[in-house]
C-alpha cells in the first residue's frame, strides 16, 4: 500500500488508557503529511526534469550520430576524390615522363643526325682541301720547274746578251 500525505491527515487512531495525546499525534502526522507532500512534489519535478535531460540526450546521441554519419561521409568522399586526383596526377605524370621520354629520344636521335651530318660535312671539307692542298703542291711544283726553265732561259738571255754585249765592245774598240 502507497501512503499519501491525505492517507496521513485523515487517519485515525483508536484511542486506549494512557495512549498518546490525541492533538500530537495529528500535529504530528499533518507535519509528516506535508514532509510527504514536499518530497513527492520534488520527487515529480525530478522525474520530469530526468525525463527531459533523457530526451535532450537522446537528442544529443541522435545528433552525434548523424554528425558521425555526416562525417564519416566526408571523410569517405575526400578518401574517394583524393583516390580520383591521385590516379589522374598519376595519369599525367605517368603522360608527361612519356613525353619527356619521347623528347629525349628524338633529340637523341636529332643529335645524332646532326653529328653524323658534320661528321660528312667535315670529312667533305677535310677531302676538298687535300684535293686544293695536292693541287697548290702540283702548282708549286709546276711554277718551280718553270722557274728553273724561265732562270735556265733567262740565264741563257744574260749570257746572250752578254755575249753579245761584249761583241759589240770589241766592235766598238776595233772601231776606234
Known amino acids: 500500500m502507497q501512503v499519501t500525505p491525505e492517507m496521513m491527515r485523515e487517519q485515525r487512531f483508536k484511542v486506549k488508557l494512557s495512549g498518546f495525546d490525541k492533538d500530537e499525534v495529528v500535529s504530528f502526522l499533518n507535519d509528516i503529511a506535508e514532509d510527504l507532500e514536499e518530497l513527492l512534489e ?39 576524390d583524393a583516390a580520383v ?16 621520354r619521347n623528347s629525349i629520344s628524338e633529340a637523341d636521335n636529332k643529335s645524332i643526325e646532326i653529328l653524323e651530318d658534320a661528321r660528312v660535312k667535315a670529312d667533305e671539307i677535310l677531302e676538298e682541301a687535300r684535293l686544293k692542298k695536292s693541287a697548290i703542291e702540283h702548282e708549286i711544283m709546276e711554277l718551280k720547274s718553270k722557274r728553273i726553265t724561265l732562270l ?20 766598238d774598240s776595233r772601231q776606234q
Open 42 to 80: 520534488e520527487n515529480s519535478l525530478l522525474k520530469s526534469e530526468l525525463d527531459t535531460m533523457r530526451s535532450k540526450q537522446k537528442d544529443l546521441e541522435d545528433l552525434f550520430l548523424s554528425a558521425k554519419q555526416f562525417s564519416d561521409e566526408k571523410i569517405r568522399k575526400a578518401e574517394a
Open 85 to 100: 586526383i591521385t590516379s589522374e596526377a598519376q595519369k599525367q605524370a605517368d603522360s608527361l615522363e612519356e613525353q619527356a
Open 152 to 171: 735556265t732561259d733567262l740565264k741563257g738571255v744574260l749570257g746572250s746578251c752578254q755575249s753579245w754585249i761584249q761583241e759589240m765592245g770589241n766592235v
